[in-house]
């Protein structure tokens, strides 16, 4: 899937950054632009790989002290923020995505934008939102506030929580891989699919608005020297001998990646059985994507979330030496960990008082 990505104040112009060098690592080619905008250029000193003409001041010279200013300075500023799509390939993208720090003054900028995006542009706009810790309770109340607008002005939005991540950074961390696992399953594989995940399919499973996460569990393989030379120079060199798999292996690796994305690996915590709609892709050499064992997995999902739309997919990548599962779960209901939220901004409000 090609994604057009906006990163709002600093935790969101930071995961586009971070998105950016995931593309580039992969290597893999899903974004199609990227731009950072916020209220204060200080917020882009981190940036490296968003060049200055992508990086937009909005609000013309105020910086917001809550997230209601930001939200009107964006408002009254919007074609600034829209500027980042100028002479852009917006047509090669079958998504945007926004991405914020739902507990920065900034992001009430990012349900204007979704808004806005929205307004002139047919494709689906989704958003990337990373909540705050709960110790840092002065951000909390905007962030849920923020959340609830963010969801209502988008077709989705993708959470990721840095209490459970255990930081804002491995919350970064953590979205940023499985996100772009996400977008390159089915664009660029070097392999021949059993059943190709590509954008329609991303969207179909995203489609209804609502709040999504993302599991995400992988292993490395193990090396096996045949002819004096391992698996992984043979997969690097382009060797054409096939793989000798354990096939039970294989299938032990596919189902216990599967459980430990779903229970244990989500970036946003949820109760899995409020699923209304999912994607299980699993991705590695392809002598490794045992089928019984990924249509097992994707029953699994099935019976775990009592889903019926539970969608199944392979990515084959000979040259990699890992395989992994990624589990996507939407319009799911967050219920505990947003009372968690409640309770911490309440908790603020009363030591204020």
Known sequence: MKVFCFGVGECGSELVETLTEFERDAPADFIVDGVACSTTRADFQSLDTIPQSKQLVFGAGDTATDAAQAAELAEEDHRQLLRGTDDAPVSRADAFIICAGLGEVTSGAAPVLAKH???????????????????????VETALRTLRKFVAATD????????????????????????????????????????????????NTLRGGGVATLGYATSELPERDTGGLTQTVKRLIGADEPESVDDLDAQNRITTHTRE??????????AVDSTSRGLVVVSGPPAWLNRSAIEQSRSWVEDETQCLEIRGGDYP??????IGVLVLLAGVSPAERIEALRAAAEGNEQTSD
Not at 167 to 182: C, I, K, M, P, Q
Not at 317 to 322: E, G, T
Request: aromatic content about 4%; charged content about 20%; glycine content about 12%.
């Open 156 to 203: 989705h939005v993708i959470g990721a929580d840095a209490e459970t991540a255990g930081s804002t950074e491995a919350a970064v961390t953590a979205v940023t891989r499985r996100f772009g696992t996400l977008c390159t399953a089915g664009e660029g594989g070097d392999g021949i699919a059993e059943s190709v995940v590509d954008a329609s399919e991303i969207i």
């Open 261 to 270: 994305a779903l229970l244990g690996q989500l970036t946003f915590p949820c």
């Open 317 to 322: 990548r000979p040259s990699a030496n890992q």
């Open 117 to 139: 995006l929205k307004r002139v542009h047919d494709q689906p706009v989704y958003g990337i939102g990373v909540l705050p810790e709960l110790e840092k309770t002065h951000r």
